[in-house]
């Protein structure tokens, strides 16, 4: 069954550096998303992606995030000065393009563990 | 604006006994509704959801939910709990209409299994 892939799994970081999250959506999937966890709350929106461009970014999703698909298959997420309240895990996931129901069938990926120092 | 509500952090259960995990939601319209399931260390794993129809659904690993428009809930039950069933569960609510298919999330319910 087609899967979700996330790299690394984690990544400890310095706080100030630059980090990427790799994600490898499923591959007939349209919508990618970003969602992060920190350790012991729930699961928060980051931001949608659609035909290149964002279709929706929540209020954590500020100008030091960033989201590309650089290729057919890579959906990445930039941060560009990562501070100490950006540990968390971060999650990946994509759906398929059809009618709502489908497109809101949200696959995950296993998730990067971020720390930062 | 849309919300979970997953009154239980932490349930325990013995082995061989039935589960319910309750989920309420808050939602404009008739939503999309889900449920996840994380193992320690795993990613969040699909066990149902409901879009319309029958409001009773079944998922994998012999799950089910209910849902139930007058009461804005969405339960999770399952008849007889396996050891293997002990994970974190969560509940998540989306739709059309919102502009966009973000989901959200309730807080989850930790469910431990006792042999």
């Known amino acids: 069954e087609p899967e979700v892939t ?34 012991g ?12 461009e964002i279709s929706e970014k929540s209020e954590i999703f500020d100008d030091q995030f960033s989201v590309e698909r ?20 971060y999650f ?19 998730g990067t563990r971020l720390l930062v120092l | 604006a849309q919300s ?3 009154p239980d952090i932490h349930i325990t259960v013995s082995e061989g006994a039935s589960l319910e995990l309750r989920c309420n939601y808050s939602y404009g319209a008739t939503p999309y509704l889900f449920w996840y399931v994380q193992s320690p260390g795993q990613g969040l ?7 319309s129809g029958d409001t009773l659904v079944q998922g994998i690993k012999g799950f089910e939910a209910e ?6 809930s969405f339960n999770l039950r399952k008849p007889s709990v396996h050891w293997s069933d002990a994970a974190e569960y969560f509940c998540a ?22 042999p």
């Not at chain 1, 349209?30 to 992060?36: N, V």
């Not at chain 1, 650089?70 to 895990?89: H, Q, V």
């Open chain 2, 45 to 51: 794993q699909l066990l149902l959801k409901y879009f």
């Open chain 2, 4 to 6: 979970v509500t997953q």
């Open chain 2, 93 to 114: 609510v989306g739709g059309p209409g919102a502009g966009s298919y973000q989901l959200t999330f309730g807080k989850g319910t930790k469910l431990s299994v006792i």
């Open chain 2, 67 to 72: 849902f139930k428009r007058s009461q804005s």
């Open chain 1, 6 to 39: 996330q790299t690394p799994s984690h990544q400890v970081t310095q706080m100030g550096q630059e980090v990427i999250l790799r994600c490898v959506p499923i591959s007939n999937h349209l919508y990618f998303y970003w969602y992060r966890q920190i350790l």
């Open chain 1, 70 to 89: 650089p290729d057919g298959s890579n959906f990445t997420l930039k941060i560009r000065s990562t501070k100490l309240e950006d540990s968390a895990m």
């Open chain 1, 41 to 52: 709350q729930k699961v928060e929106f980051l931001v949608s992606f659609y035909n290149n």
């Open chain 1, 92 to 110: 990946c996931a994509s759906s398929p393009s059809g009618v709502a129901a489908l497109q809101e069938t949200q696959y995950f990926g296993p």
